[in-house]
């Protein structure tokens, strides 16, 4: 059962672009929307999270946009960079369901220098 | 180093036989998770603890998985009877958990395990 749906699979940009990347969920339980990014053979790491009451969440050059209404939320990765190559994985989770995590599919970001 | 630790960091082993990994969590979090992971997915829930007490399990789960967190420190995930589709890596995260309110999920390197 997919309940957290992402897209695109994989994403090639140009150094100094703009990454997007987005999800949709279907549990309104969820209360929680953290983003992760991956290198091979690391764990992930908690990039950026956001929470429902907000609609959007910014740190850095990475930015959540958050619709409650659609379902949706994005990662947008501002002036991306060579090392901001990576798998980025979305997530969500509830409070009701003991804080665990449901995982998008990921999507294999490449950027180009 | 304070964050998430997991041993062994590989692991290879022949079908039918039985495997064990630890799991260190960030002192003081009260929450630990196990998650899988297969290449090209993302992480799937496992189970997890609120200290001692294992509070959930995912179907993923079959009766050959067990896992355990004694004192509410250290978690080991132990498969018995490895099948060559245990092979995935095996991911620990831990987190403050419901006393703080925070869901934030800190992950370890993880496991890999290779049943040949």
Redesign the interface.
Known sequence: QQQVK?SPQSLIVQKGGISIINCAYENTAFD?F?W?QQFP??????LI?IRPDVSEKKEGRFTISFNKSAKQFSLHIMDSQPGDSATY?C?A?G?V??????????TQLTVNP | DTGVSQNPRHKITKRGQNVTFRCDPISEHNRLYWYRQTLGQGPEFLTYFQNEAQLEKSRLLSDRFSAERPKGSFSTLEIQRTEQGDSAMYLCASSLGARSRSYEQYFGPGTRLTVT
């Open positions: 992402q929680y953290p992760y053979g690391k764990g992930p790491a908690l999270a994985f997530a989770s409070s369901s003991g804080s665990r995590l449901t995982f998008g599919e990921g």
